[in-house]
DNA sequence: CTTCCGCATAGAAGCTACCT
DNA sequence: AGGTAGCTTCTATGCGGAAG
């Protein structure tokens, strides 16, 4: 997806929040119950997600952040800055720019998340330098950007779900699945996402929020004094171990009241 | 044909015991 | 104390079979 296909889903989800809450407002909506409004704010709430998903992703694409628009790393088939590209169907990875910057990603969320230590680190400097690969130019192979050792469930959860996601996805519209398999590091890239999937299983089946849920899967790492990649190589007892405490957590503190 | 997953394995890292 | 060999553990990766 190019950045003009970005903002323009980007648009839509503001119309789309933007539409709910106003009809919510005036009442044009019959709240006929609980579900009805769960399933309403729900709503709201993905599309509230995915908009800052894309907005960070934009600002990524145009390096916004370093406010150095000569650092912009995508240019338009013919060449010219992404920032002048409107109409332009494609944009591609300026080699030579790229090369300057180790990484990309984004550093907000996992500057903040690592409750193991006090690491301070950003994305960034997790990734690997091996970005430039994502083109065909540079050979058969390549790698998909993740965080390569994470050290707490919420930083692997964030970074997949805010960075690997959307390169992926982007990787696949770009060059094709078959591609894709190509990836050295395809089947890291699969168990990660196993383990997010069964990370939001949990939420949903009982009902509760995604941090709770992460929090589960983290408590049994520490207890086990293991590491996040642990959880993913071993996830079938792993994910059998977190229902089973939880359910146990669960009754001791109904018994409890 | 594509995707997923279990299994085996290589390599890195950490730990311990022993030697100088 | 410092160096090193040997062992264990952890993680990433590739292969191949199963399922869709």
């Not at 998903?53 to 800055?81: A, C, G, T």
Request: charged share 35%; proline share 2%.
């Amino acid at each position: 997806m190019n950045i003009n296909q970005t903002i323009d889903v980007f648009e839509e989800r503001i119309d789309f929040c933007s539409e709910i809450l106003r009809k919510l407002k005036e009442n044009e909506i019959p709240i006929d119950g609980e579900n009805r409004l769960k399933d309403t704010l729900n709503s709201i709430q993905q599309q509230n997600s995915s908009i800052l998903i894309e907005l960070n992703l934009m600002k990524r694409k145009l390096k916004i952040d370093d406010l150095e628009l000569d650092s912009n790393v995508f240019y338009s088939i013919n060449n010219d800055p992404i920032l002048n590209t409107k109409g332009k169907d494609f944009v591609c990875l300026d080699e030579v720019k790229l090369s300057r910057y180790e990484t990309l990603g984004h550093t907000d969320v996992l500057n903040t998340i690592d409750t193991d230590s006090n690491r301070i680190e950003t994305r960034d400097k997790l990734v690997k330098k091996q970005k430039v690969n994502c083109t065909k130019a540079f050979g058969d192979t390549f790698e998909i950007p993740m965080i390569e050792n994470p050290k707490t469930v919420h930083e692997l959860y964030y970074d997949f779900q805010n960075c690997v996601k959307e390169t992926v996805r982007e990787l696949k519209e770009k060059y094709g699945k078959s591609y894709f398999r190509k990836a050295t590091n395809i089947r890291s890239y699969q168990r990660r996402r196993a383990l997010v999937s069964e990370i939001q299983k949990l939420s949903e089946e009982y009902d509760i929020d995604i941090e709770e849920a992460l929090q589960c899967f983290e408590e049994l790492r520490k207890e086990n004094y293991k590491t996040v990649p642990w959880l993913y190589s071993n996830l079938l007892t792993v994910v059998h171990d977190v229902r089973e405490s939880y359910v146990l957590e669960k009754n001791c503190n109904w018994n409890d009241i």
